[in-house]
């Protein structure tokens, strides 16, 4: 038997790492502690759970694939990484599907790894905590090929005895899992946005978009589940505020199952490790008809943002 493709690898990997950085995430609220400096100012936050995770899925995958360059959200260093923090482990019910043929040659150093140890980290120190993931997208030839999204706190409002957290996975070529997809309402138009980083912009675009209701939440990774599990069905953010470690992950498990994510002028998102880490000029994202959403953009919001 063949040894499994190192995309398959990384992937069944990041799965079992996605885990472990649910656990520090939890641990960390437990402690009470949040231990929250603010980088750039009140919606910039960084916790303690922030610098942990990042540590650790750096640190982890870097050991098992030491040729992929990993870029992640915080700025820390990466020399003393205590080995507790390190997991080894990786997925199984992964390594057991077949690569994609188109991805079977990929070479370590072929890999760009764009990690978000904690998106949502406003609403994780507000006690919003539905609306945390844990984001490693995985990127090749500058494009979003598979994706691990962890939700360390899915189900924590169903009681004690619930089972805490969920990890959705997707390998373009092969599908995503984890979750039930299903399609938003026929001919309703909800539109999911940001939750924390308003602006007069990004409300008229949306209110351009004429929708039926508007959801507010934090966390991009949050959004294209609420796409997929059919809660909404476009995702816009006329702002420059997201960036590539934000919508790695979530793009390709997005794209696997048929959807298209974009900038407000329709241009692909590129990762290949030289990029501007910043996504300019928004976000449009849907599960089904991005063209009808794509089209009423107000060419205004286009003009703000520049790619």
Known sequence: MASPA??????????????????????????????????????????????????????????????????????????????ELIEDGHCEEILKKPCPAQYSGIKEEELVIWVDPLDGTKEYTEGLLDHVTVLIGIAYGGKAIAGVINQPYYNYEAGANAVLGRTIWGVLGIGAFGFQLTEAPAGKHIVVTTRSHSSALVNDCIS?????????????????????????SAYVFAS??????????????????????????????????????????????????YDYYASRIPNTVKQSLVP
């Open 6 to 83: 190192l995309l398959m690898r990384v992937v069944a990997s990041a799965y079992s790492v996605a885990e472990k950085a649910a656990t520090i995430v939890r641990n960390v609220m437990a402690t009470g502690d949040l231990g929250i400096v603010e980088k750039t100012g009140a919606n910039d936050l960084q916790t303690k759970a922030d610098r942990l995770v990042q540590m650790s899925i750096c640190a982890s995958l870097a050991r098992k694939f030491p040729k992929v360059t990993i870029i992640g959200e915080e700025e820390l260093s990466t020399d003393e990484v205590s080995e």
């Open 240 to 289: 420059p505020g997201c960036k590539k470690w934000d919508t790695c992950a979530p793009e390709a498990i997005l794209h696997a199952v048929g959807g298209k994510i974009t900038d407000m002028h329709g241009n692909s998102f590129q990762y290949n490790k030289e990029v501007k880490h910043m996504n300019s000029a928004g976000v449009l994202a849907t599960l089904r008809n």
């Open 208 to 232: 351009a978009l004429n929708p039926d209701s508007v959801i507010r939440v934090g966390g991009a990774g949050n959004k294209i589940i609420q796409l997929i599990e059919g809660k909404a």
